[in-house]
């Protein structure tokens, strides 16, 4: 089962158990075909290169074999990269990997083979009549946000979620070292990551109400009278454990 | 124990078990023997119910994230469709196809009806009006045949074989993709384009004939044409039954009548794609090559046309019944 509300993609996975799957709208969509078109054009450059340097070889320049050894193997690169590496990766292109995006079924599953191919064929009209522009708009009009090779095919690009290693890196740490609430001591731990980034006032006053609710400890200098740094050590010590004396 | 503390305790028990089953979904996934199969299964039933935990005491943690994250990515590993082996492939030219191209039958031989109209109309047409054939030949191939020579004369002079048979079934396969594709537009694409080229082929023969040179292109198509013309006419068929299912979609959405329609089309393609190969080597290495008679080139190509049938039919992999 799934729906779609408000550019999310809902689906109750096989337990029963639904969740909710970021849609990827045309911006997601043209940033992962850029990618991917300068990487078959400059693969595609490396064959034709490649070719020449072959037959440059073994035979004179110019004539049919030379377009055998260059033209032709540059083509296939250029105009199998799409099919060839959803088909291979599952869903996903480099382009689509570092655009953040993949393909999925309306299950939220891995697409077929068959999905996968029919949703390049109709490349052929998503491109009419130039860069994109039938795939683009409808893009743009559909609920799904999907060009008509995804709608043939009963796919859409979804929003990769963060991963799970990557989420759960230092969570255990942080919990049995504290001793704090999860979520007050992950709030920390996020607020102490982006300490540099984030304006002087704008850390301190975080700095200073989190401390206000949390810091039990009841001793030592109170959260107001902190300057800059020390609201930081503060932070720090009650992440790793200590208790400001 | 208080929310909080129940939240925290909890947290700290599962997190190493989250970590396991992170590492073990990394696992690769092909070649799983049942159990581990059933044990992945198992695993993604544990994660569903500590995403419902998590929901519950952690609504906003890191750590719902996370489940949340393993849960869509076990669900991917779990709900993913059978792998292309042999049993499927047969499976798909056995069953599937024949299926996808009767069902398309009757489309089909409308498709014929309206490539022959088309080819009568575009007969008449330079035979009344001769000056007309600038519309459908460029004027090389005009001049040749004006000059008692058929622009397919000297193709092996330029071109190789090999590599005219790459040209010919690349540019018949974008043809046949296209006239599948084009339906999208209700249809009226694939029929526009199954009408032009029964118009071409009229036109040129009526072209050709009035310069005798009839003779010599009948001989150049008589082997790749029947094969090529009907897998024109199949793709255009599957493209106006895409066009019929946003037309006249019956019980289901629009987009769910084209989504199921395209899945059974799609099928189709895929079994004239090796028949378009097949017939760019014909093009490539007989119709071009004099040596050929024309009874050779006829036996070729009505040959290879009833191989189509077979091919389509599925009957070549059933095996037969007692």
Redesign the interface.
Known sequence: MSATHDDQLL?T?????G?E?EIAGAGSRSYAFIIDWHIRVLLAIACYVAGWEIYSHIGSRGG??F??FTA?PGLVVYFLYHPVLEVAL?GRTPGKRSAGVRI??A?????????L??RN??R??DSMPLFYVVGLVCCLVTERRVR?GD????TLLVVE?????R??NS??EL??HSGL???AA?LIDDLLQRWHGLDITARDTLARTILARVDRSGSGTGPTEMNDSALRERLQALLSGMRAQ | MNA?AT??AW??AR??I??AW?AQ?REPQRGLSIVDAQRRIDR??AI?RD??TARTL?P????R?????????T???????SR?NTARLRQLFRDEIPAAVARLRPMILWMALLMAISALAGWWMISTFPDLISLSASPKMINDVEHGKLWTDDILN???S??LS?RIFSNNI?VS??A???G?FFGLGSIYLVAVNGLMLGALLAFTRQHGLDGELFKFISAHGPVELSIICIAGAAGTS?GNALIRPGSLTR?DS??EE??HA??V??ACAPLLIVCGLIEGFISPDPTFPLVTRLIVGWLYWLLMLVFLSGKWLRRPTA
């Not at chain 1, 299950?107 to 999905?115: F, I, K, M």
């Not at chain 2, 906003?60 to 750590?63: D, H, I, K, P």
């Open positions: 689906i996975g096989l337990t029963g158990v969740i799957l049919s074999r377009v055998q032709i599952r999925v079924t299950q939220g599953g891995t697409p077929s083979v068959g999905a191919l029919l064929i109709f052929l009209i008509i709608m043939a095919a009963g979620k963060v991963s799970a290693a989420a759960l969570l255990g919990i049995s609430p999860p979520e992950e | 909080v939240a925290s947290l700290k997190t190493p989250w970590n992170i979904s993604y039933r569903a995403l419902a952690l906003q943690s890191r750590a994230g996370a489940l949340e994250s393993l849960y869509l990515e669900h991917a590993s779990i709900d993913v469709p292309l330029i071109t190789p090999s590599l790459v974008v993709l296209m599948f594709c084009v999208v895409l987009r084209f989504r395209s899945r799609v099928r393609l895929i």
